[in-house]
């Protein structure tokens, strides 16, 4: 099994452009996740999907968007890239278990997307 | 909102001392998971701490749940250089959504030997 795969691993856009971000898991995860890592501020999480056509947003959704078409596929879209969005992207997926707080749900992470917006 | 605090933010240790990294959520946590990020690398689950009071070991690592469960700790004894990487705590809120967590900013490791 590969995980969760990430393309592409570096990107460098000028302000403006637009791109989108793949990820995908081959685990059957139901839920799915992209975080952006800065220095210094850990992980914080931009959209997240708990199935199949469903998506939310996280603690810094502005600025991105995202579509779960497919259970194993979750995209993050930026409409208009800012520079304020150089960031390392990562994607991460995890079951759905029954038993609230006691279940186990770990996050599996991808190898991340080094995006650059100059 | 709830917010997850870590400390400190960077630890340089020398092989073979012991350190503890320290975590804190301004609100009652559900659960509290441990990740660990080696340089260039990507988040890497090691455990997940549910009961108040709850104690776990992995081998030189020791993590802890406090009693009320807003904090958190990790003790590592007879730090090695496999040890070096960014530790993160990821807390889960009573009222989020089961598998949304709060990430802690994390403490970077540094071993010197």
């Known amino acids: 099994n590969a995980g969760v795969t990430q393309t592409p691993k570096f990107r460098v856009l000028k302000t403006g452009q637009s791109m989108t971000l793949l990820c995908a898991q081959d685990m059957n995860h139901e839920y799915m996740y992209w975080y952006r890592q800065d220095p210094g501020m850990g992980l914080r999480l931009i959209h997240y999907s708990v199935g199949e056509g469903t998506t939310a947003k996280g603690e810094v959704p502005d600025g991105y968007n995202v579509s779960r078409l497919k259970k194993q596929n979750f995209l993050l879209g930026l409409e208009s890239a800012a520079p304020s969005q150089t960031s390392v992207y990562f994607c991460?997926?995890?079951?759905?278990?029954?038993?609230?707080?006691?279940?186990?749900?770990?996050?599996?992470f991808g190898p991340g997307t080094r995006l650059t917006v100059l | 909102g709830q917010q997850v605090m870590q400390i400190p933010q960077y630890q340089h240790v020398q092989e073979g001392e012991d350190f503890t990294t320290y975590c804190n959520s301004s609100?009652?946590?559900?659960?509290i998971q441990w990740y660990k990020q080696r340089p260039g690398g990507h988040p890497v689950f090691l455990i997940q701490?549910?009961?108040?009071?709850e104690v776990k070991k992995q081998k030189r690592l020791t993590f802890q749940f406090g009693e009320a469960k807003k904090n958190s700790s990790l003790h590592i004894t007879a730090t090695q250089t496999t040890d070096v990487g960014t530790y993160f705590c990821a807390g889960r809120g009573t009222t989020d959504s089961w598998g949304k967590l709060q990430f802690g900013a994390g403490t970077q490791v540094v071993v010197t030997p």
């Open positions: 701490l549910v009961k108040s009071g």
């Open positions: 991460a997926s995890s079951k759905t278990l029954a038993g609230g707080p006691w279940a186990y749900n770990e996050q599996f």
């Open positions: 609100t009652t946590l559900s659960n």
